[in-house]
């Protein structure tokens, strides 16, 4: 019997968790991750076992089941147990959205009516640990969290199994793999897949420029004739070289002072995206190695790596002391010039921000601040990785403390006739945060258009010399590699076209959260949608067909600016400005109309079907000849255009006989202007009960479309046999379009 538990979502959070407190809050169980699932579609109804193009949608929500693998069984059960004596519940689940989900769900499904308050802590030391407790909230102040994390799983569940379902029985020619479609990952996808179109599309132009070496009292530099209308015939550029070979006139200089803030702190996506043009390392890598500075054993000197802003609040400013000392201890820090008092930037421009970090679960990753004493201790326990990422952590923290960059800014111009010539310089007055960075050159300072000019003043005489033309070629976009992909992920607004809504969604979070955009990735990955190429990430031949045949369908499917709109509406639930039934609402209008545009296309035989395999599993199979028959006489009788491909894939002639047969009613009898069987179905239906010594049962022998289905399944429960007659196994991801291809369904 106990009266008070603490929840921790996983067993080395509650190791953690128990030497910063003991049990003086209580005996501290762990969780596993989710220890419940969803219960799958055929559960809430038992009519969507069957594949077919519907929304998946229940009435109210689904229900929650225990989820298997690893020990959470056990685990859940000792929650269980627990909750039913305890009077209090703390629960000390990481503190994002999804942790919120983990820690509440076990909650609600026990229907558990005692207290609960809520512990957040950003960093696992025990000092941080012991504040958390201390300060802890009821609760229900963190409902908006909870709302939106069930309106995500529950949305992405509706949206992810209905799409992929009709995506297969109404695009896959009858393949019997899974055209799996993700309300993230198909749009992730298509970012990939658009990119290496552009690539391949691109056509290459050859342009030239012009340049020549510029005489004044003071020295020599580069001036450049570089029109914003490219120069595309030779004889242009070289009667431009005739020109200035030579020439002489005043210099038009402007000399202008300026200063640069320091760059953002880091949150999780743009660690990722520097790892991995810095070091090459995956996406996953890099949250690996923060996780483990996170919360490794005798380490935890870095603050929660999933953030999903890039500030910090305005309390955590009375830390700013401590954490310079505790970097310039027996450190490499301690040469960097960080000013007696630190620059402290509030606001959209600074690190501190409270209103950017108002709605966000976690602020920017820095060093921790309760375990940064610790530093000359445990550095020499770190590993290479370990020790690199920190590093990068570190002096972008002391950047943000440091002054502006002050440099000095000349452009020269000089006239030309027809053809100005201009060099830009760039003089450094202060290097203020950049010399927490000795040993980087921004990509932009790394040409002549930053280069050091002599003095020179306004008025002074000029002469060109050596002018020659330099060749240049176009070049296409860069591939993706991951870091860059997550990017582009976070800022899904780029892909709209809309003005308004451009606007609209450059303050949303972009499409998936910090923690779900590598797995996503990865799962691309597995399913041979995607796959490396050196550094770069490209779509395989299968992932390009895949693109181009639901973009074609629909496409919303693969947009990532739609996709967007919806995570937005998510964040909106966070923030109170939304219900989470409403959300849900949205995802399911969107979902509904997609599936309605899908069947239409596979019954009109409108665009292209899916020609290869997309997932595991065999050729395509034929519909039987009861099928065939039944399609053609529902077309003669309702004057419909039998689709593409109905005689030669049974994906494609089911979808037409549900979408125009008389649908059957729940009581199993026969459906109103339903025909009995034809004389070959029951001949047919007569020769498989004999063989199989079963009945056949009566709604069937008085309904075609009722003998039609219970004929399909006696052939389906033949072919499963060892693979008999000759027919390709199903693959254990379909087996019937009954069971669940969760491989193909990883969103999360």
């Given at each position: 019997?106990?009266?008070?538990?603490?929840?921790?979502?996983?067993?080395?959070?509650?190791?953690?968790?128990?030497?910063?407190?003991?049990?003086?809050?209580?005996?501290i169980?762990?969780?596993?991750?989710?220890?419940?699932?969803?219960?799958?579609?055929?559960?809430?109804?038992?009519?969507?076992?069957?594949?077919?193009?519907?929304?998946?949608?229940?009435?109210?929500?689904?229900?929650?089941?225990?989820?298997?693998?690893?020990?959470?069984?056990?685990?859940?059960?000792?929650?269980?147990?627990?909750?039913?004596?305890?009077k209090?519940?703390?629960?000390?689940?990481?503190?994002?959205?999804?942790?919120?989900?983990?820690?509440?769900?076990?909650?609600?499904?026990?229907?558990?009516?005692?207290?609960?308050?809520?512990?957040?802590?950003?960093?696992?030391?025990?000092?941080?640990?012991?504040?958390?407790?201390?300060?802890?909230?009821?609760?229900?102040?963190?409902?908006?969290?909870?709302?939106?994390a069930?309106?995500?799983?529950?949305?992405?569940?509706?949206?992810?199994?209905?799409?992929?379902?009709?995506?297969?029985?109404?695009?896959?020619?009858?393949?019997?793999?899974?055209?799996?479609?993700?309300?993230?990952?198909?749009?992730?996808?298509?970012?990939?897949?658009?990119?290496?179109?552009?690539?391949?599309?691109?056509?290459?132009?050859?342009?030239f420029?012009?340049?020549?070496?510029?005489?004044?009292?003071?020295?020599?530099?580069?001036?450049?004739?570089?029109p914003?209308?490219?120069?595309?015939?030779?004889q242009?550029?070289?009667?431009?070289?005739?020109?200035?070979?030579?020439?002489?006139?005043?210099l038009?200089?402007?000399?202008?002072?300026?200063?640069?803030?320091?760059?953002?702190?880091?949150?999780?996506?743009?660690?990722?995206?520097?790892?991995?043009?810095?070091?090459?390392?995956?996406a996953?890598?890099?949250?690996?190695?923060?996780?483990?500075?996170?919360?490794?054993?005798?380490?935890?000197?870095?603050?929660?790596?999933?953030?999903?802003?890039?500030?910090l609040?305005?309390?955590?400013?009375?830390?700013?002391?401590?954490?310079?000392?505790?970097?310039?201890?027996?450190?490499?820090?301690?040469?960097?010039p960080?000013?007696?008092?630190?620059?402290?930037?509030?606001?959209?421009?600074?690190?501190?921000?409270?209103?950017?970090?108002?709605?966000?679960?976690?602020?920017?990753?820095?060093?921790?601040?309760?375990?940064?004493?610790?530093?000359?201790?445990?550095?020499?326990?770190?590993?290479?990785?370990?020790?690199?990422?920190?590093?990068?952590?570190?002096?972008?923290?002391?950047?943000?403390i440091?002054?502006?960059?002050?440099?000095?800014?000349?452009?020269?111009?000089?006239?030309?006739?027809?053809?100005?010539?201009?060099?830009?310089?760039?003089?450094?007055?202060?290097?203020?945060?950049?010399?927490?960075?000795?040993?980087?050159?921004?990509t932009?300072?790394?040409?002549?258009?930053?280069?050091?000019?002599?003095?020179?003043?306004?008025?002074?005489?000029?002469?060109?010399?050596?002018?020659?033309?330099?060749?240049?070629?176009?070049?296409?976009?860069?591939?993706?590699n991951?870091?860059?992909?997550?990017?582009?992920?976070?800022?899904?607004?780029?892909?709209?076209?809309d003005?308004?809504?451009?606007?609209?969604?450059?303050?949303?979070?972009?499409?998936?959260?910090?923690?779900?955009?590598?797995?996503?990735?990865?799962?691309?990955?597995?399913?041979?949608?995607?796959?490396?190429?050196?550094?770069?990430?490209?779509?395989?031949?299968?992932?390009?067909?895949?693109?181009?045949?639901?973009?074609?369908?629909?496409?919303?499917?693969?947009?990532?600016?739609?996709?967007?709109?919806?995570?937005?509406?998510?964040?909106?639930?966070?923030?109170?400005?939304?219900?989470?039934?409403?959300?849900?609402?949205?995802?399911?209008?969107?979902?509904?109309?997609?599936?309605?545009?899908?069947?239409?296309?596979?019954q009109s035989?409108?665009?292209?079907?899916?020609?290869?395999?997309?997932?595991?599993?065999?050729?395509?199979?034929?519909?039987?000849?009861?099928?065939?028959?039944?399609?053609?006489?529902?077309?003669?009788?309702?004057?419909?255009?039998?689709?593409?491909?109905?005689?030669?894939?049974?994906?494609?002639?089911?979808?037409?006989?549900?979408?125009?047969?008389?649908?059957?009613?729940?009581?199993?009898?026969?459906?109103?202007?339903?025909?009995?069987?034809?004389?070959?179905?029951?001949?047919?239906?007569?020769?498989?009960?004999?063989?199989?010594?079963?009945t056949?049962?009566?709604?069937?022998m008085?309904?075609?479309?009722?003998?039609?289905?219970?004929?399909?399944?006696?052939?389906?429960?033949?072919?499963?046999?060892?693979?008999?007659?000759?027919?390709?196994?199903?693959?254990?991801?379909?087996?019937?379009?009954?069971?669940?291809?969760?491989?193909?369904?990883?969103?999360?």
């Amino acid at each position: 019997m106990v009266d008070q538990i603490v929840i921790t979502e996983k067993s080395s959070q509650a190791k953690d968790v128990r030497a910063a407190i003991g049990t003086r809050f209580g005996t501290i169980l762990p969780a596993e991750g989710h220890l419940l699932d969803l219960e799958e579609p055929e559960d809430a109804m038992p009519e969507w076992k069957r594949w077919s193009p519907v929304l998946l949608r229940p009435n109210g929500l689904y229900a929650t089941r225990p989820a298997k693998g690893g020990n959470k069984a056990a685990k859940l059960k000792a929650i269980r147990e627990a909750l039913r004596s305890a009077k209090k519940v703390w629960l000390a689940t990481d503190c994002d959205r999804e942790g919120q989900l983990i820690g509440q769900e076990i909650l609600e499904h026990y229907n558990y009516q005692g207290e609960v308050v809520r512990v957040l802590f950003t960093a696992q030391d025990p000092q941080t640990i012991r504040d958390a407790f201390h300060r802890a909230r009821p609760n229900h102040e963190y409902a908006g969290l909870y709302a939106a994390a069930v309106a995500r799983r529950q949305a992405d569940q509706i949206y992810n199994l209905s799409l992929t379902r009709t995506a297969t029985v109404t695009l896959g020619r009858g393949a019997r793999g899974v055209i799996g479609v993700g309300r993230v990952k198909t749009p992730t996808m298509a970012i990939v897949c658009k990119r290496e179109l552009e690539i391949r599309d691109f056509m290459s132009t050859n342009y030239f420029e012009v340049v020549a070496i510029a005489s004044v009292a003071g020295g020599h530099f580069k001036m450049r004739h570089a029109p914003k209308e490219r120069i595309l015939k030779l004889q242009t550029a070289e009667d431009i070289v005739r020109k200035a070979d030579g020439f002489s006139g005043p210099l038009s200089v402007t000399v202008e002072d300026k200063r640069q803030s320091p760059p953002k702190l880091h949150d999780l996506p743009s660690l990722q995206k520097l790892c991995a043009s810095r070091f090459g390392w995956t996406a996953s890598k890099t949250l690996d190695v923060a996780q483990e500075l996170y919360d490794g054993q005798s380490k935890k000197i870095i603050t929660y790596p999933r953030a999903e802003v890039r500030y910090l609040p305005e309390s955590l400013i009375a830390d700013v002391p401590k954490i310079i000392v505790g970097l310039q201890v027996g450190q490499s820090y301690k040469d960097i010039p960080v000013p007696a008092q630190p620059i402290i930037r509030k606001g959209p421009r600074g690190a501190f921000h409270d209103k950017a970090v108002k709605d966000a679960s976690h602020h920017a990753v820095i060093p921790n601040a309760n375990t940064i004493d610790t530093l000359k201790d445990v550095w020499p326990r770190l590993s290479a990785d370990e020790k690199k990422l920190f590093d990068v952590i570190a002096r972008a923290y002391l950047a943000a403390i440091m002054p502006d960059f002050r440099f000095r800014q000349t452009v020269a111009l000089l006239a030309v006739p027809n053809a100005p010539f201009r060099a830009t310089g760039r003089q450094p007055l202060d290097l203020g945060w950049r010399a927490a960075f000795p040993d980087w050159v921004p990509t932009s300072e790394k040409s002549d258009d930053v280069q050091v000019l002599p003095m020179m003043t306004n008025g002074e005489a000029a002469t060109l010399r050596d002018p020659k033309v330099e060749a240049k070629e176009t070049r296409p976009p860069p591939r993706y590699n991951e870091g860059s992909l997550i990017e582009a992920m976070q800022n899904a607004w780029r892909f709209v076209e809309d003005a308004p809504l451009r606007e609209r969604l450059k303050e949303a979070k972009g499409i998936g959260t910090p923690a779900t955009r590598a797995e996503i990735i990865n799962g691309l990955k597995r399913q041979k949608f995607l796959t490396n190429q050196s550094k770069n990430i490209v779509p395989t031949e299968t992932g390009l067909e895949l693109f181009g045949v639901l973009n074609h369908a629909d496409p919303t499917l693969v947009d990532p600016g739609a996709t967007a709109q919806l995570e937005q509406l998510l964040d909106d639930v966070v923030a109170g400005k939304q219900q989470m039934s409403s959300a849900i609402d949205a995802v399911c209008q969107v979902a509904d109309r997609i599936i309605t545009k899908l069947k239409s296309t596979a019954q009109s035989g409108d665009g292209p079907l899916l020609k290869s395999h997309t997932g595991k599993g065999g050729p395509d199979r034929p519909p039987t000849p009861a099928m065939k028959r039944f399609a053609m006489s529902l077309a003669r009788d309702k004057q419909l255009h039998l689709p593409r491909g109905y005689a030669t894939s049974i994906d494609v002639c089911r979808a037409f006989l549900e979408a125009h047969a008389p649908k059957k009613p729940k009581d199993g009898s026969a459906a109103s202007g339903d025909k009995p069987p034809s004389a070959a179905q029951l001949a047919y239906a007569k020769n498989i009960a004999q063989a199989d010594g079963i009945t056949i049962p009566a709604a069937a022998m008085a309904s075609s479309t009722t003998m039609s289905n219970w004929i399909e399944k006696q052939r389906g429960k033949k072919r499963g046999k060892a693979g008999s007659s000759g027919s390709p196994k199903k693959p254990k991801a379909q087996a019937n379009h009954d069971e669940e291809p969760q491989d193909y369904l990883l969103e999360r």
